[in-house]
């Protein structure tokens, strides 16, 4: 990919309106990618219409425009890409590297450890479903051994799948695609290069390089930022209710993001515009701490 030109993307997802935290990487993201010449691409990781708030999308994307991110092409949906997911899981299942599960979440929970992100599934299904019962989900056979994923921040990150997570779900047993299967399938096909994100998904990583690998396709490059928290040390998310951010005060949050990011603009650098100018002549990621950052209060 050395040849190729840098191309990064934001991947939000509708289940909530933008945080602190998402601005942040969002921020991040959008900065490396210019500093670098490339392209920054936006995209609506919409694949869980029972968890997603009527009118988000179109919330997060004016948010983004209000604070001045400009991104390159129109605008991503995944809701509207299941035919290149359903063609990735018929190139896995018929290289026999997926398989049809028919374990219920009891049923692995029942008879399963703990892992890394939940439980380890303990390969049931990997010769068949028992007679009489028809699979549900799909699974990625993985192969033992640890994956490591060489972060632009993080530094190296080991994790061995089959010990830690186990053989994982590509299409879910209730019709949705997975994130692990859905993510690498889009940032694939829009020709992603780089992936700057939170920490927080670098233990999903492996896994993802794992899709890569099983459909033959060239990984990009990985830099997951630090994770915002809050007074509590949790993670700011919508789970967590971190309040949504405000387009009134753009600058000065958008100043906030910056601080957090190890970049501090000096005063009189106060408009959107200053602040975008000065952060484009300024930017390098050496200056990015590691994390995990805690969010100061207003």
């Known amino acids: 990919m050395s040849n ?4 990064g993307r934001f991947a939000p997802s509708p289940t909530g309106l ?3 935290g998402s601005l942040s990487t969002a921020v991040g993201s959008y900065l490396e990618a210019r500093s670098r010449g490339g392209e920054w ?3 609506m990781e919409d694949l869980d219409p029972p968890r997603e708030v009527p009118g988000a999308a179109d919330d997060i994307l004016r948010t983004l425009e209000a604070f001045g991110f400009e991104w390159d ?3 991503a949906y995944q809701s509207r ?15 026999g590297q997926a398989y049809a599960c028919c374990c219920t979440r009891k049923e692995i929970a029942a008879h399963a450890r703990r892992g890394l992100d939940g439980y380890v599934y303990p390969g049931t299904c990997r010769r068949g479903c028992p007679d009489g019962r028809e699979g549900r989900a799909w699974r990625l056979a993985v192969a033992e051994g640890d994956a490591v994923v060489d972060d632009r ?8 799948l089959a010990r830690d997570i186990g053989d994982f779900v590509l299409l879910r047993a209730d019709g949705f695609w997975a994130y692990q299967l859905a993510v690498v399938v889009d940032d694939a096909e829009q020709g992603v290069t780089d992936i700057v994100r939170g920490a927080d998904l670098l233990v999903s990583t492996p896994r993802q390089l794992a899709v890569y690998d099983a459909l033959g396709l060239p990984a990009p490059g990985y830099c997951h930022l630090p994770v915002l928290t809050n007074a509590a040390g949790e993670k700011l998310s919508k789970q967590t209710l971190a309040p949504a951010i405000s ?3 753009a600058a000065r949050q958008l100043r906030a993001a910056l601080e957090l990011l190890g ?3 000096p005063a009189g650098c106060e408009s959107l515009d200053d602040l975008w100018s000065w952060t484009a002549a300024n930017w390098s990621l050496s200056r990015v701490p590691a994390g995990p950052l805690q969010l100061p209060h207003s």
């Open 41 to 43: 691409l936006l995209r």
């Open 247 to 249: 387009t009134g005060d």
């Open 153 to 160: 921040l993080q530094g190296a990150y080991r994790q061995d």
């Open 263 to 265: 970049h501090v603009p």
């Open 18 to 20: 933008l945080h602190a």
């Open 4 to 7: 190729a030109i840098y191309r």
């Open 73 to 75: 092409g129109e605008v």
């Open 81 to 95: 890409r299941h035919g290149l997911y359903r063609a990735a899981l018929e190139r896995l299942a018929a290289s």
